[in-house]
């Protein structure tokens, strides 16, 4: 055999191996009676069940139209990588029942190896049929949480949205190696607690090239999240990029090695923030980057807030124990829609430490005061390049 044939052969070859690896069995839903404008619960758990056992890799089919889906967990761990491709449009049942159940979720995922979320699909929360009880008995917080991944590997979720959850949109927890990309979120800018992504004792989380307009952070990074990295992301409305609220609860796992670039964030109540409650167990924030962010009309658009006490739940005259480290704000630029562009307040118990400043230009858009402001307590920020406006020009003013 000449050298030609043989790598023609070789090539060949190769090529067959690689359409038999990709040839996924497909289990849609249709042939286990799924249909539309039905609640698909038994059919979704026989489809996902035979391909969760499935010997070669699967894909679970919800085809276009609108299905009604109750309160699902699709759980692992499955035998080989498993698709679930939503093209349809999923609804999510009001009745009483599924509502206000402690830590709940429409949507679960969990202890799942290789698990894809794709397909261009709506996930509707029906969030406006329980948002309007939740805020006179405030029990919002037990609203079913629209997606959960809980315990999740080396997973994939794109071109899905997420509309209109109940409560937080998506719940990452426990997982590894999981990237959102081309991920849509929408849910009204007065719309109560939901959180756009929610992510705790999480690694290697990315986030990129996906849009979030919600009533509450973008994304928020709880305790133990790491190597989580943010790119290409729009936030607005909402209450921006958020690591934290941290030092509430005993044992919390640090928060590090997080970055946010190349983000625009649009008429949010927060830029990018780091919050930590005063009066507060230990904690650990450290190698934040936060870069090449344009803001538009958002308050408060570079924020360390270590006396984080809304609601005067907290004694905010003891400090922060939550110890931050290394943190960057550099090449962030826009308008701010409050007087305080940056606002550094750091913990009179503990020092930021390794902060640095660089290339910041943010301009106030009210009429009431001239110049936007810098401020900054308990921290000497390392400073460089453009300062718009100047840097820690006074200390932080607490509410
Ligand atoms: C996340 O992004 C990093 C850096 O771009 C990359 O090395 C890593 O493979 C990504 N992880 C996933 C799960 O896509
Ligand atoms: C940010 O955007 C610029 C210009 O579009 C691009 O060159 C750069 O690679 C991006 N960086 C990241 C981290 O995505
Ligand atoms: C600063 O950030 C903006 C917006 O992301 C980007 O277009 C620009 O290239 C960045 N500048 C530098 C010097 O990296």
Redo the contacts with the bound molecule.
Sequence with gaps: MGKLNMATMLLMLSLLFVSIAKAETVFDIRSYGGKPNRDILLPLLDAFGDACESPTPSKVLIPKGTFLLSQVSLDGPCRKPVEVQVQGNLIAQTEPEDLNQEDSSWITFDHIDHLTLSGGGTLDGQGPKAWGTCGKDSDCNNLPINLMFNTIT???VQDVTSKDSKQVHVNVLGSK???F?RFTISAPEDSINTVGILIGKST???I?DSNIATGDECISMGDGSQDI?V?KVTCGPGHGISVGNLGKYENEEPVSAVSVRNCTISGTTNGVSIKTWPASFEGSVSNMLFEDIIMNNVGNPVLIDQVYCPGNQCNAKLPSRVKINNVRFKNISGTSSTPVAVKLSCSSGIQCQGVEIADIDLTYTGDDAPEAVSQCSNVQPKISGKMNPPACSSPATTP
Aim: proline share 0%.
């Design positions: 080396n997973g994939i190696n999981l990237a990309q290697a989380i990315n990129t990295t790119t």
